[in-house]
């Protein structure tokens, strides 16, 4: 049994022969976002109560205006009744196609949505530290107070106002008379 990361790597290298890999991330996403949609249909894809053919059929209708390789990938989760995995498997792919044309996504969470002059500077600066282009993601979370907080392969830097506030709080908690 195979993981997520496994195919998410197939079907780059399928991809990349083809030389369609923007375009197989695009119908994953859409993929992806379906499967999130109906859970459902994922229960349905991976019955054992109706016969492979029934299921790789609806399958075949359900999502026949995309890349060949993604539906074949499909039809493959479905027969091993592995189709569960898609989510996975769509963050693999985008995180492994990422990876192969130098680009990074970052999650900013802020009080207040981000200026886009703001968005570029921040994205400037990601851009020099790590050499690759910057995709910034801006979440709103008004617990934040003030400052913001930032997310990228498994990093976290956090200058919130709650976090210096906090370490002011432990410094002082710390101080001994």
């Known amino acids: 049994m195979a993981d997520a990361n496994e195919y998410g790597k197939a079907l780059l290298m399928l991809a990349a022969e083809d ?10 996403a859409d993929v992806k976002c379906a499967v999130d949609a109906n859970p459902k249909y994922t229960d349905l894809a991976d019955t054992p109560a109706l016969p492979s053919s029934v299921r790789v059929g609806l399958i075949n209708d359900a999502f026949s205006g995309i890349d060949k390789n993604v539906l074949n990938l499909l039809k493959i989760l479905c027969e091993k009744k592995e189709f569960y995995k898609i989510p996975a498997i769509a963050d693999s792919y985008e995180s492994l196609y990422d990876e192969s044309v130098g680009r990074l996504r970052v999650t900013v969470v802020t009080a207040v949505p981000l200026s886009e ?5 921040l994205s400037k600066k990601l851009e020099k530290k790590t050499g690759k282009t910057i995709i910034l993601k801006n979440i709103i979370d008004p617990s934040v107070l003030g400052g913001v907080k930032i997310r990228y392969e498994g990093v976290q830097l956090d200058g919130t106002l709650r976090a210096n506030l906090l370490s002011l709080e432990k410094s002082l908690a710390d101080l001994k008379l």
């Open 19 to 28: 030389g369609t890999a923007e375009k197989v991330l695009g119908d994953l």
């Open 117 to 121: 002059k703001q968005s570029g500077a």
